[in-house]
């Protein structure tokens, strides 16, 4: 019997997936969480075989999850089944170490066999962004990419500074490269962009 756990904070979502899974008879949803944060509490207890998790959750997110599942060296696998066509997020996904990605309108025949190929050591990734996540990559780095976040939520460069404990000087820096390399022409302009690529 494969054990999981879903993360996902939209309740609806969540209850479709655990049904579409609870129907195969080689799956057992153990645990349903609606944050990342519950989501690793309910991994610690369970010890499930794989993680079905959305990219945008509240407190801890479907990527920052997965990175942190594979610091903490679990065996459990992680799925990120999520709305966001985006290569950036696909690239961002894998590199925090989860197994899979797929689209949420993808078929719901698919959504078991994925889970089982990220159980038995495989990956399971929608093709057609596989293709593309490789063509453009993210040119942002962490810093940069912390600082246009902060300045697509609408922070002043003094609170961005506070924020992130840099001066405003290095803040403007940040931003200012961020802009150069997005080819944006402002700080809102430059999270727009990051945003839809899928870099923040």
Known sequence: MIRIVIAEDQALVLGALSALLEIEGDIEVVGRAADGREALDLVEKHD????????????????ELAAELARRGSRARTLIVTTFARPGYLRR????????????DSPAEELAGA????????????????????TEPDPLSDRQRQVVRLAGEGLSTSRIAGELHLSEGTVRNYLSEAIGKLGAANRVEAARIARDKGWL
């Open 48 to 63: 499930p075989d794989a993680v079905l998790a959305d990219i945008e959750m509240p407190r801890m997110t479907g990527l």
């Open 93 to 104: 996904a894998l590199e925090a170490g989860a197994s899979g990605y797929l689209l949420k």
């Open 115 to 134: 889970v089982r190929r990220v159980v038995a050591g495989g990956r399971a990734i929608d093709p057609a962004l596989a293709a593309e996540a490789w």
